[in-house]
């Protein structure tokens, strides 16, 4: 049966907009390296960062009705998070469809499928991270479902799941976890200003995080002299 | 045998220009979904632009000699299309082929393999889709054809049709067809000219295009409640 | 094993410094179409050319560990190239790693695996190819060996063999033939200088390599016509 | 925080056994078009067919430890199911493992990443499906989870899913709905069995289905003749 | 406009029966290397070998219903060959389709997407040549047409071409050709049995084709030593 | 300079066969997890297992011209290793070289390329490992070099090296560690020979291998309970 569910629990918007501040690979990290969606998944233009809460669509390949329908879902500080049930690189996404969702304040796309008019959306600011590029049309003839559990990028996307998305790809937080992990994210982001400096100035990562005694340990050996040859 | 067809038929050259205000998806949706070449030909950067008339090579897999002997059939505002005959990576064109094209008034490249030089084409303004970019050299030892069909990118190319390329990807008119596609083109940008407007106030493409009772009809469930955890 | 060779021999920095006059795609013709690792080797910004001694770093999949250990080994003038011992597609590197090795004049990373923090990387201008974009964070477990020989994008590379990368890919000069081949580039380039300005004054290559008589032995047939439809 | 949970709710013993007589292309359909693990999930030998309860396992990439904590966690008649974090082609899994799998009665190995033995594992008769065959060892260095949700070959699966496997492929059917499933499929096997016998007498899909009207309705054109040359 | 084109021209069914004698390997060679789809069509089983006339069809990613159509226009020494206008891995085809097929002596198809119920076709014996296993479903509500030109595998193939196929791919002989293609098959079969009787003999190839002198005016060097280490 | 070193040392023919009494995997971890060629290469029929001494090929991109120069530098017992400087799916061989190879004894082909004919290899007992099936022919204009190491499937091979090849893909042994390794590989064997017989008794790896305070030290957690829902 395809749904359509007209509520989504979102994290709050303060803890959203604080998430915003930090990038893909630190909050990965901060949330013990997981949420991250894979590297197939490319941003249209370089320099986009978004912070957003996840309204889903699963849809069938080559067919892009049901993103017509998710847009009247979405709300201010949303973002749409796209999913075929089976492979497709068609065009499912335009710059008429971003005109709509930007409408509504939606932040952007994430879609794991082609989109097109990446002049016209990247001329509008409006962000796409997708797995390809093509301008290959879709039709609008077979249902699917919004704001339901979708496997994106080969990660699982719950709806109201904040989506963390940069230069580095896109990160999932999961909602009820969304707090903890921009604790997490502050204290690490924190603690790598430090060691920043400290490298900056010279210092190696092996005095710094104290890893010559682990190294000998496990056996690494140092030869005072080049490969033999 | 392999043969030189040193005449080809082009189309209009105003059809060319009428064609080139509009991008690979509108031309692409206006000619009922064909033409497109696959999404593995991309742009070795962004914004170009270009509309003309194909001349077409096919040569052997890492041998760039017919791209010489093409050249010579070039004539201002027209395509190079290049597709190999077995899969090849290989870097076949660079800025001195480039420079060659440029003095014949050519308009870019289409190639089914690997580019080179890619900064000095930038540079040049010489917008190259390809591939991949790759410096691998390429021999001149055997023999192909010039303006015979060829498949480029998993589409038909014949010589003489309309090449549409923009940050897409590349778009293939049949001459015949070039100047119903010109007109269904202008036809299908007012349209969406108006439909972009309603969009931007708001409007809903459910409404618009008056989707909801063929969504209903096909069964699609609305629950005002979210997902069951 | 896993060993340490604190030792490499260096190509002379002025030859070094020579060979970064020259491009990718050059410097390839120049030592006989050799050398150049995959093009799945790409830059995470366009516009770098860089040249230096290569600092080498066989380590495991998804373990970052040895590039810690790599770090000391580096010095001015430095490339440091790192291949997983299987495939891997992981976030091996970002900017903390990056700072350390600016700190040490090393000019740049070869890595045949992922990268993160390309946005804070580019803002630093540190240039990085890499096979993919990917914020996964990896582990510090398991050593590997530096300054042994790697398979680094299907091509090999030895400690102190120079690295040139540029938006074309990668190319490897061997430390031994490294004067000779900018010998090669030096006389490559001035050729070319030549035939460009003939080919910008409308000149074919047909005429200028003197190719007629050769695509004429081999049994090319010119058609004054069309193809048939 | 990495847990095993040593307790899953397994589908009725009766269902899987009736879900086991169908393949993994009925039951997909019998269950809406959904379930279905991706295609790069290939078996390493033709014939086999197990259904049985999912154990799940998630752990690093290239690092197979957890397998071994995996294994004691099996029962008679359960699926182990193994998906990296990252992506992996390394050969996580060969004979011994399986050797103390089938001790268990373990029914199948379903991995996204590599597998090795596969000599051995067919003569064993103990059926894998997986990404690829790769000897590639792995370490035992980072701890995962066992139990708990997975993302493998791009679908969901929970611990206690029926998992169906053949040569066509994986299907996941969630432990709730493993009932009305094998109702559905026993019912669509029926239908089936009956337009199987119509369409080997030579009756016309067109005409069992009904579907020329839809097709006239839609606009399809017979033109009797062939496609002018 | 979507067509079915109820008549083809088929090549005479004794130059397809002698065609039918040899592999796609020979066929290809004996007109010239051309002709051969991509390699990414693989045989779902092995030892298969057909030879029969294209009845094409071009229909949407993941929508099948145009194979119902088309299964109306084959008769007996047929084979189907089906590509959908963009990418799809969905399975499209399976036992039911087969028995229609094998009911009107159709003796073979292949297919630029997935194919399921492998095992059901290989005891079958009804021969797939396809990109991939895949169980997925698909729907049946856009249409296409038939006996169209269709790219395949990244190769041309008009209705009425012949097919040949067997476990090194697909070649496609275009129909007016298939009487020439067949005389140069028996000519080039003819000219390697000898060759193999020598081979076999322990003649060498270098020998046999008289390399030797064309080998040394290219420059090659025998250095009767190994490699220096 | 292409160059045919007409000498290799070879190891040990006993040490081969000792060699050859062992699987890729078991002499892959012998080494130290070193050695193995990647997982493209592909066997072209299931259960071949040999082992031999490697003759080495690098040749252009389809171009097999250096193949028959090869041939002639094989001897009983040696195994083919060919490696084209850039990427290439042709079919550079076939089953005329085959009977070549095998007049003169040697055991296998290794490529990093296409073949064709595997219908009449899989009949002649002559086993390939492969990128790829493919039945494109190539050409024969290009010179290439014999015995000098080579990158084949990411992996480095020198002539002489001993090649090891069955169902799980290729391992590369140097020359002279071959002893060492056939050790080590037979040390290993007999180790693993009693663990499979304590783990088809049902004993788990966990306490054979003594690894449950090693988990418990990382700080894996069990929950006797299923996860929550």
Known sequence: MHVVYTEIRRADAEVVKGLS???????????GRTG?????????????????????????PADNWMIHVAVEQCQAGDVLVVAPTSYSDAGYFGELLASSLVARGVRGLIIDAGVRDVHELTDMGFPVWSKTIHAQGTVKETLGSVNVPVVCGAGLVNPGDVVIADDDGVCIV????????????????????????????GE???????MRDKLAKRGLVYRAQSLPE
Chains 1, 2, 3, 4, 5, 6 share one sequence.
Do not use: C, F, M, W
């Open 174 to 201: 999961p909602r009820l976890e969304a707090r903890a992990v921009l604790t997490a994210s502050e204290a690490r982001e924190a603690k790598e200003a430090a060691t920043r400096q400290r490298l900056q100035n």
């Open 204 to 210: 190696l990562g092996l005095d710094i995080y104290d």
């Open 36 to 60: 991250l969606l894979g590297p197939t998944l490319r941003p249209i233009y370089p320099g986009a960062h978004i912070a957003g809460s996840a309204v889903t669509v699963s849809l069938p």
């Open 21 to 31: 501040r930090y990038g893909v690979a630190t909050i990965h990290e901060a949330q």
